[in-house]
């Protein structure tokens, strides 16, 4: 289902679309290079773009940067934001179509999307996939859910499938780092991790290197793609096994997923050989989303070099965020 708002236009009334931001996949290039344009022209400005706005926060799963980048862009812009913490504090949402809501659930989130839709001006949501079924989360029942039922933009702060704010702030980094995007040299690279994780880092940062022309390689184990629905996005990006690949990088993209075919499993090998050194990554800069296990994903020694941008990307959270508001309700 399609969502609109209606627009007062000397007492005629329209309806336009509403604009939402769950996957860079859903805007042209030339759309999100201006927001990344922006963003590097106004980092650490103030304005009043959103003064009168107020933007909901929903939180199914935890977080530092997302939050805190959000809140506080949100204030530079002179608007307001209102964090919801699902189930504390605010009642637990069930999830499921037609689910007969007699157990620990006591709001939709159909309804829920309805109700914030009459009070904000967008809503703006976290929720991780369960990990239990690949189908399920395949469909990001929360955000569809939002998509469908919102009438105000939704915003996505990483979802089962996406986790688009975060890709724009890892384009923005390369555009800092090397002052383009087309063809730098970028290693999306398996770590291991003590979790089975999910894909939506890598599966936004792969598809905005594509869609931002970079020359992308995936270097994993082999097991360890990334779905069906993501990987035919990508055009011509490489899959390799082979570690000494990222010394030949401009960009090594740090982060670790769970195999598919073993949805949700505790990695039966840890794989601890993959751990990144500043040995492997040679003169690439590296990046990661964070939060980081030191010494499990990269050793002390990649986050203490020159070459770590992982801080930069963190900050460039905010920049871009400002501008991504601006762009749908500003
Ligand atoms: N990278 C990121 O989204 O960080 P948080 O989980 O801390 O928000």
Request: hydrophobic share 45%; proline share 5%; net charge negative.
């Amino acid at each position: 289902m399609s969502t609109a708002h209606t627009l007062e236009t000397g007492g005629q009334v329209a309806t336009a679309p509403v604009r939402h931001f769950i996957s860079t996949g859903d805007h042209p290039r030339a759309v999100l290079d201006a927001i990344v344009d922006r963003a590097i022209a106004n980092a650490g400005a103030r304005s009043t773009a959103l003064a009168g706005l107020s933007v909901a926060m929903l939180f199914f799963n935890s977080s530092l940067r997302t939050r805190s980048s959000f809140e506080v862009g949100i204030a530079q812009l002179g608007g307001h934001s209102t964090t919801l913490e699902v189930g504390a504090g605010v009642w637990n949402l069930e999830t499921i179509d037609g689910a007969v809501m007699d157990a620990d659930k006591p709001e939709h989130i159909v309804d829920a999307a309805r109700v914030l839709s009459r009070y904000f001006d967008a809503i703006c949501v976290r929720s991780f996939p369960k990990l239990k079924s690949l189908e399920d989360d395949l469909a990001d029942p929360v955000i569809s859910a939002l998509r469908d039922h919102a009438t105000v933009p939704v915003i996505n702060l990483e979802s089962c499938l996406w986790h688009p704010c975060q890709a724009m702030a890892d384009v923005m980094t390369i555009r800092q780092r090397f002052g383009r995007t087309d063809g730098v040299k970028v290693a999306l690279a398996w770590t291991p991790h003590i979790k089975a994780l999910p894909t939506a880092v890598p599966n936004s940062f792969a598809l905005a290197a594509a869609q931002f022309g970079c020359e992308l390689t995936i270097v994993a184990p082999e097991g360890y793609d990334l779905p069906e629905a993501v990987t035919a996005q990508l055009g011509g990006a490489t899959v390799s096994h082979d570690q000494s690949l990222l010394s030949d990088q401009d960009v090594v993209y740090a982060k670790s997923w769970g195999r598919l075919d073993r949805y949700g499993e505790p990695p039966a090998d840890t794989l601890r050989d993959w751990i990144l050194t500043p040995e492997k990554l040679g003169d690439a800069v590296f990046m990661h989303c964070m939060p980081l296990r030191r010494n499990v994903e990269a050793t002390d020694a990649v986050l203490e070099s020159p070459n770590n941008a992982a801080y930069d990307e963190a900050e460039n959270r905010l920049h871009v965020q400002k501008e991504i508001l601006v762009e749908l309700i500003g």
